[in-house]
């Protein structure tokens, strides 16, 4: 018997009307490739649990949405996906706006499938090993928080960890606007306190 989550349906019912029938495709795949799947809420994102594990997690904005795997960084069959945003656990194929843009259902079966083995085998998310070396500020990046006083008072107060996000995220961008993008966003998520990945984290 499917599991499906009441509140799955009011979050697909409220998305963007071209986002609704991307989801409702990609959930009826995760169910039919995973019949042992659970759905929650996590995050404020749909969230497919396999075994007590997060598998998957879809999402939706105002004008995309995706689908991620929490094990993404281990997945073979994700190599050869290009995206066009930086590809994170919660945007595994980048920005979806119709379903033709999804990968075939084969690949999409491949890619639950390799998620579902990982998870058996008990891999988990790897995280970046601490440092203590703190991480060189880009000069353009100071020179943007010394526009802005409550941001560069947020940096400089931050973590090393805090920092480190933010300045890896800057100097891994490919192109200058892209860069500029996310130094524009970061300013003022720093100027609000927030850690780059701040949409992910759990609340407590």
């Given at each position: 018997?499917?599991?499906?989550?009441?509140?799955?349906?009011?979050?697909?019912?409220?998305s963007?009307?071209?986002?609704?029938?991307?989801?409702?495709?990609?959930?009826?795949?995760?169910?039919?490739?995973?019949?042992?799947?659970?759905?929650a809420?996590?995050?404020?994102?749909?969230?497919f649990?396999?075994?007590?594990?997060?598998?998957?997690?879809?999402?939706?904005?105002?004008?995309?949405?995706?689908?991620?795997?929490?094990?993404?960084?281990?997945?073979?069959?994700?190599?050869?996906?290009?995206?066009?945003?930086?590809?994170?656990?919660?945007?595994?194929?980048?920005?979806?706006?119709?379903?033709e843009?999804?990968?075939?259902?084969?690949?999409?079966?491949?890619?639950?499938?390799?998620?579902?083995?990982?998870?058996?085998?008990?891999?988990?998310?790897?995280?970046?090993?601490?440092?203590?070396?703190?991480t060189?500020?880009?000069?353009?990046?100071?020179?943007?928080?010394?526009?802005?006083?409550?941001?560069?008072?947020?940096?400089?107060?931050?973590?090393?960890?805090?920092?480190?996000?933010?300045?890896?995220?800057?100097?891994?961008?490919?192109?200058?606007?892209?860069?500029?993008?996310?130094?524009?966003q970061?300013?003022?998520?720093?100027?609000?306190?927030?850690?780059?990945?701040w949409?992910?984290?759990?609340?407590?």
């Amino acid at each position: 018997m499917k599991k499906y989550n009441t509140k799955v349906d009011e979050y697909i019912e409220k998305s963007q009307d071209f986002a609704k029938p991307i989801l409702n495709y990609i959930r009826e795949i995760v169910h039919e490739i995973c019949p042992d799947i659970e759905e929650a809420i996590k995050w404020k994102f749909p969230t497919f649990m396999y075994k007590g594990k997060i598998l998957c997690s879809m999402v939706s904005f105002k004008q995309y949405c995706s689908l991620g795997f929490w094990l993404h960084n281990e997945m073979k069959t994700l190599k050869n996906i290009e995206t066009d945003v930086e590809k994170t656990n919660m945007f595994s194929l980048g920005k979806i706006t119709k379903i033709e843009n999804l990968p075939a259902k084969s690949l999409l079966k491949e890619m639950i499938l390799e998620a579902m083995e990982l998870t058996d085998m008990g891999v988990t998310l790897k995280k970046a090993p601490s440092s203590k070396t703190e991480t060189e500020v880009p000069d353009y990046f100071h020179a943007a928080l010394e526009q802005n006083k409550k941001a560069l008072e947020k940096f400089t107060k931050g973590s090393p960890s805090f920092r480190k996000e933010y300045i890896s995220w800057l100097t891994e961008a490919k192109t200058e606007t892209t860069r500029n993008k996310r130094m524009e966003q970061a300013i003022e998520w720093i100027s609000e306190g927030k850690a780059r990945n701040w949409k992910y984290m759990t609340k407590k």
